[in-house]
């Protein structure tokens, strides 16, 4: 790039400004060390060393090992399509977020159908994300978000927690199960096994 001084070196500023540029025209946030030093015409060696300082700088926030970004200009769903593009958060951390727990989750739960083996468990700025992978028809990436919506949300809260033998209100409380669109309740639940449609009406129904 023409803003590189001499000896490899770029001004925080620049930096600044060429972030914020890639966010503005292309809505990317996030960024690896290689695509750092490729905007940057700079070696890995090079960039890696001043990542470091960057930071301290406030230039860069580390938000997941190898993702990069400006300070406050990522949510946790850029996060999690960055890390699988495949993936999306359900569960308790997207019932919470719509209103209908009570509980702070401690994890962030993300489907996906990819395997992620022994990545699947990752340290974040935002906390742990779960990368679950789901095969079949439980899998449904949602249309326009990378956060299921109510219905799915809970219906995948249930389905996880039922291939581990456990029942959903034996661990949170819901409130406000009522403003759910039974329509699209029932439409969710086509997807799921018969014990999950069964879990998910007795929870609606209380």
Same mark, same amino acid.
């Given at each position: 790039?023409?803003? #590189?001084?001499? +000896? ?13 540029? =890639?966010?503005?025209? =292309?809505?990317?946030? @996030?960024?690896?060390? !290689?695509?750092?030093?490729?905007? !940057? ?12 300082? &960057? ?12 993702? =990069?970004?400006?300070?406050?200009? #990522? ?11 495949? !993936? =999306? ?5 997207? &019932?919470?977020?719509?209103?209908? &727990? ?24 935002? %906390?742990?994300?779960?990368? #679950?992978?789901?095969? +079949?028809?439980?899998? !449904? @990436?949602?249309? +326009?978000?990378?956060?299921? %919506?109510?219905?799915?949300? @809970? ?11 456990? @029942? ?27 014990? #999950? ?10």
């Amino acid at each position: 790039m023409f803003w #590189v001084r001499k +000896g490899g070196d770029v001004k925080a500023s620049e930096w600044q400004r060429t972030l914020q540029r =890639y966010r503005e025209q =292309y809505r990317k946030v @996030l960024f690896t060390p !290689a695509e750092l030093a490729n905007i !940057a015409g700079q070696s890995m060696p090079v960039l890696k060393n001043s990542l470091h300082s &960057l930071r301290r700088q406030g230039v860069f926030e580390l938000y997941a090992q190898g993702k =990069y970004g400006l300070p406050g200009a #990522v949510l946790v769903e850029d996060l999690v399509v960055a890390l699988d593009a495949s !993936a =999306y958060i359900t569960g308790m951390y997207a &019932l919470y977020n719509h209103g209908l &727990l009570n509980q702070t989750p401690q994890r962030i739960h993300v489907f996906t159908n990819r395997r992620h083996n022994r990545s699947r468990v990752r340290k974040t700025k935002f %906390g742990t994300i779960i990368l #679950v992978c789901v095969q +079949g028809t439980a899998y !449904a @990436l949602p249309d +326009g978000s990378a956060v299921a %919506g109510p219905e799915q949300s @809970l219906c995948d809260f249930v389905y996880l927690l039922r291939r581990r033998g456990l @029942l959903a209100d034996s661990l949170v409380s819901f409130r406000e199960l009522q403003r759910l669109d039974m329509e699209e309740m029932q439409r969710q639940l086509s997807r799921y096994p018969k014990t #999950v449609e069964l879990e998910v009406n007795r929870l609606v129904s209380k």
